[in-house]
């Protein structure tokens, strides 16, 4: 999408693609039209193969997947209230910090060892949403965290169109996908069956399940996921209110930082300024770190999270764009690394906030170096789409912990 009309495009674009045709929306007030006032007829899910392979995805809850209806509407709402208001994000701040600070005490305990950094950062995300969700971290940093993330975009190449989703008839001659799909998801329920047997020994009255219950409508009273009725299980590692803060831009925003040295230190002068003498970022110092917001905002523009990219698919027909009446100079679209309408992303609110405190949490208490003298002009940021979004290869660093610099 262009900031600027562009002489040689239109505002709308269409594309035959074997048997489905495409609309690409070229300027801001193009999407607007289709992410706003026609947002109830075009906000609906391409029927990709991932529908056809795994059995019962069609009534999980896997809210990126499911149609704009009743129950879709429900989640999104229980999402909202219990994880991303303003409310539960007040009331879930000291966990953040306490899972921001582990992942600093692990770091600095490295002693200048090589890490991957996107994956520690990864992890330490998954851990306060599943805290915050069920009580207990699913991840441990001190293992192999990457096999973590690997697993989580593994549901990507079942979501991505293939020439299957184009061409129908060539569904058949991919023999392997069905196999995969089953793999994927018992893998799935082993993960999710330590966490519900958690549950059920920990638990201690019903305040305890009822994020759970609202999410997928069960009590917990069997720890084997499989007694569970298809459908009623979260059938991902890394399912919906997980995926905002994870896939928010912290890797390609490192890589960039660590490619620019110019900006990075701009931004580390910034951020030691306003954070003084501490390791973590407070509440009332969130909003004095512009040049932060605007690194974060620039890179979500250039690097948007995978939601975005996700197709959208038209209910009914529909009328978009008057052509003699064209308003070019709307600003109010141009910027959606989260989606808009009724797809826009449920947890903004927390994506932006845990994603400033851990990035200058890190930007404040090391310095990043990357191995093997490499020069930062030759990284490689190029990206892959994924869930969560990343650098197509693994970023590297060497983390040293500063001495803190007491405020003047």
């Not at 007040?90 to 200048?112: I, P, T, Y």
């Not at 939601?307 to 052509?323: E, G, I, R, T, W």
Request: hydrophobic content about 40%; aromatic content about 6%; overall charge positive.
């Amino acid at each position: 999408m262009s900031s600027q009309p562009c002489p040689s495009l239109r505002p709308l674009i269409s594309l035959r693609l074997g048997s489905k045709f495409l609309i690409v929306a070229t300027f801001p007030a193009t999407a607007r039209e289709i992410l706003k006032t026609n947002d109830r007829d075009l906000s609906s899910r391409f029927n990709l193969r991932l529908s056809n392979v795994i059995p019962g995805i069609k009534n999980s809850i896997i809210v990126l997947l499911n149609e704009c209806n009743q129950r879709w509407r429900f989640l999104r709402s229980a999402a909202h209230t219990e994880l991303f208001s303003s409310r539960a994000l007040e009331s879930h701040l000291k966990l953040r910090a306490e899972k921001v600070q582990e992942m600093l005490d692990f770091l600095g305990s490295n002693g200048g060892e090589v890490v991957a950094i996107v994956d520690i950062i990864y992890a330490t995300i998954v851990n306060i949403l599943t805290y915050t969700m069920m009580s207990k971290d699913i991840v441990n940093l001190k293992d192999n965290v990457g096999e973590l993330r690997k697993f989580s975009r593994s549901l990507i190449e079942f979501a991505v169109p293939s020439m299957a989703d184009i061409f129908p008839l060539l569904g058949a001659l991919d023999f392997r996908a069905k196999q995969k799909a089953k793999d994927y998801k018992e893998r799935t329920r082993a993960l999710w069956a330590d966490i519900l047997t958690h549950r059920l020994v920990n638990g201690s009255g019903p305040d305890r399940n009822t994020l759970f219950q609202t999410r997928t409508g069960h009590t917990i009273s069997d720890p084997d996921p499989t007694h569970l009725p298809d459908g009623s299980l979260l059938y991902v590692s890394d399912p919906d209110p997980m995926r905002p803060g994870s896939e928010s831009g912290p890797g390609p925003l490192i890589a960039l930082l660590t490619q620019n040295q110019n900006a990075s230190s701009k931004l580390r002068d910034e951020i030691t300024i306003t954070i003084g003498g501490t390791d973590l970022l407070s509440k009332s110092q969130q909003a004095k770190l512009p040049y932060l917001q605007s690194c974060m905002k620039e890179t979500l523009r250039l690097h948007p999270p995978s939601p975005f990219l996700v197709l959208h698919c038209a209910v009914q027909s529909c009328k978009v764009m008057n052509y003699d009446n064209l308003d070019l100079k709307g600003t109010h679209y141009e910027l959606l690394p989260f989606g808009g309408g009724r797809r826009i992303c449920v947890g903004v609110s927390l994506a932006l906030k845990q994603i400033q405190l851990i990035l200058a949490s890190l930007i404040y208490a090391f310095d990043w170096f990357l191995p093997s003298g490499m020069d930062p002009k030759t990284l490689d940021t190029s990206e892959e789409f994924s869930i969560p979004m990343g650098t197509e290869k693994p970023l590297h660093l060497i983390l040293k912990r500063k001495k803190k610099q007491p405020k003047d």
